[in-house]
């Protein structure tokens, strides 16, 4: 699928989803785990505009890219801002997830929305560019 | 399809009513509009989100915030949750937290 590049800023969250939800029907993923992937592309992409590119220009861009093999569809987010691995962000645990809402901390909470929605999440630097891969099976099970 | 918002406020209850999808992008409204009903310190706040059709964290930061300003006295209702919006509802927790129904009834 041809790429897109889009302006780093929140309201080019809605046409990013809309890729990852093209991309997710072009591959024949049923909309439950469309949403999941669209979810999971709309967390980290919302991690990068607000704090990756947090001190960008007006310039900073956001590219995402899709690919349909015979089992799998690859989409992947690229980036210039400084590097970030959202694995290594820590994650909420069950502890954490069962508190009443006025004991939650914020933090943490999109990005394991977005690990748990997605069937592989992969993260790599090339050069100055940030790589966040989003894998789904095309086939359930 | 965008995000709209609708608010009645009052004392006793205030009513929200999302609609579409609440991104990073749209939450600052959610937002200044639990802010704004804050004020009148509502007793229950009550959450339509049968036309929700999607949720990221940035509308469940929000929830967090309404219970925060609000209090831990108010109760927080979710009414028409359905679907992938619900599933992240339950998946991050929020079921030990707040009532969810498919139409409103206070507890």
Known sequence: ?141 | MGFSISVEGGQGEATIKLVGELDAAAAPQFKEAIEKLAVDKPQRLILHMDQLEFMASAGLRVLIFARQKMGADVSLYVIGSRGPVLNTLKMSGFHHSVYLQDTYAPE
């Open chain 1, 1 to 141: 699928m041809d790429k897109l590049t889009l302006p780093a800023v929140l309201a080019s969250l809605a046409e990013l989803r809309r890729y990852a939800r093209e991309a997710a029907a072009a591959a024949g993923i049923e909309e439950e785990r469309s949403y999941q992937l669209q979810l999971a592309v709309d967390e980290i992409a919302t991690n990068i505009i607000s704090y990756g590119y947090k001190d960008a220009g007006p310039m900073a861009q956001i590219v995402i890219g899709g690919e349909i093999t015979a089992d799998v569809l690859i989409i992947t987010l690229e980036d210039h801002a400084p590097a970030f691995d959202p694995r290594t962000r820590q994650m909420p645990d069950d502890d954490e997830l069962s508190k009443p809402l006025e004991e939650r901390t914020i933090g943490g909470l999109g990005i394991y929305l977005a690990m748990e929605g997605v069937d592989r999440f992969d993260y790599r630097r090339e050069g100055e560019r940030n790589l966040n891969i989003f894998e789904m099976r095309r086939r359930n099970g």
